[in-house]
């Protein structure tokens, strides 16, 4: 058995703030109110995290990056026989991961033209309009359940290795490290990652702030106060 290098900080960081953030907008939604204002926050957070996964799963570390873990149907296949040695995500974990990111990917961009018919907007609620918003806030609605789904077989993924293939997921996560036997090579196994230096993060996380930064609305000029009018001098 041979320690291996799997996973990078800044996609363990990514991990774990997701699903930190996860939680906070399911909470939020159901007691509503004022705390809407905080489940808008956790959508452009979202936002972030997301362009941030997404260019760091171009030019992160070895396990992280998509073209590492992204295989065709017969390298599936090959998994469901037994056949499949990795140290990253397994090529059903890999769907998984491709729809989790789609889903929330939806489902945050669906939020930011969303309304509650009370007294939350989101940061680009004044794009669309009353109208085009109460239709978007329909699909937004209608991922929902997708998404808990999606985190449900998560974790009953995570339970079924811990409890059927004696295999925990969560430590690599939270370590980086996973304990592998020597010499496998095949699709990365046997091999410690590399590559997602400083300068890679560092873009990573400029393009994600910008991101932010567009989804927050910030950059939309509000409509100049109307101009008092004259009052009579008698």
Same mark, same amino acid.
């Not at 997301?50 to 992204?70: A, D, E, K």
């Not at 056949?83 to 939020?111: D, I, Y």
């Given at each position: 058995?041979?320690?291996?290098?799997?996973?990078?900080?800044?996609?363990?960081?990514?991990?774990? #703030?997701?699903?930190?953030?996860?939680?906070?907008?399911?909470?939020?939604?159901?007691?509503?109110?004022?705390?809407?204002?905080?489940? $808008?926050?956790?959508?452009?957070?979202?936002?972030?995290?997301?362009?941030?996964?997404?260019?760091? /799963?171009?030019?992160?570390?070895?396990?992280?990056?998509?073209?590492?873990?992204?295989?065709?149907?017969?390298?599936?296949?090959?998994?469901?026989?037994?056949?499949?040695? $990795?140290?990253?995500?397994? +090529?059903?974990?890999?769907?998984?991961?491709?729809?989790?990111?789609?889903?929330?990917?939806?489902?945050? #961009?669906?939020?930011?033209?969303?309304? =509650?018919?009370?007294?939350?907007?989101? +940061?680009?609620?004044?794009?669309?309009?009353?109208?085009?918003? =109460?239709?978007?806030?329909?699909?937004?609605?209608?991922?929902?359940?997708?998404?808990? #789904?999606?985190?449900?077989?998560?974790?009953?993924?995570?339970?079924?290795?811990?409890?059927?293939?004696?295999?925990?997921?969560?430590? +690599?996560?939270?370590? $980086?490290?996973?304990?592998?036997?020597?010499?496998?090579?095949?699709?990365?196994? /046997?091999?410690?990652?590399?590559? %997602? $230096?400083?300068?890679?993060?560092?873009? #990573?996380?400029?393009?994600?702030? %910008?991101?932010?930064?567009?989804?927050? %609305?910030?950059?939309?000029?509000? +409509?100049?106060?109307?101009?008092?009018?004259?009052?009579?001098?008698?």
């Amino acid at each position: 058995m041979q320690r291996y290098r799997v996973w990078d900080l800044p996609t363990r960081v990514f991990h774990w #703030a997701l699903a930190l953030c996860l939680v906070g907008s399911f909470v939020t939604v159901k007691i509503g109110g004022n705390a809407m204002v905080w489940h $808008g926050r956790i959508g452009l957070a979202v936002v972030g995290l997301l362009v941030f996964r997404i260019v760091w /799963g171009f030019i992160g570390s070895t396990h992280s990056r998509f073209v590492q873990f992204v295989r065709g149907p017969a390298t599936i296949k090959a998994y469901l026989r037994g056949e499949w040695q $990795g140290a990253g995500h397994n +090529p059903l974990g890999a769907l998984s991961v491709l729809a989790m990111l789609g889903t929330l990917a939806l489902l945050a #961009a669906t939020g930011l033209f969303a309304n =509650d018919d009370i007294a939350f907007e989101g +940061p680009l609620y004044a794009l669309v309009g009353k109208v085009l918003s =109460d239709r978007v806030v329909s699909i937004h609605r209608l991922i929902e359940p997708l998404i808990i #789904a999606l985190v449900l077989t998560h974790l009953g993924a995570i339970f079924y290795y811990v409890r059927f293939k004696k295999e925990t997921l969560i430590m +690599p996560m939270i370590t $980086g490290w996973k304990v592998m036997r020597s010499g496998i090579h095949a699709d990365g196994a /046997g091999e410690t990652a590399k590559g %997602g $230096g400083v300068l890679a993060f560092m873009l #990573a996380l400029t393009i994600a702030l %910008g991101a932010v930064y567009g989804a927050s %609305g910030a950059w939309i000029q509000s +409509p100049s106060p109307a101009s008092p009018s004259a009052v009579p001098s008698w």
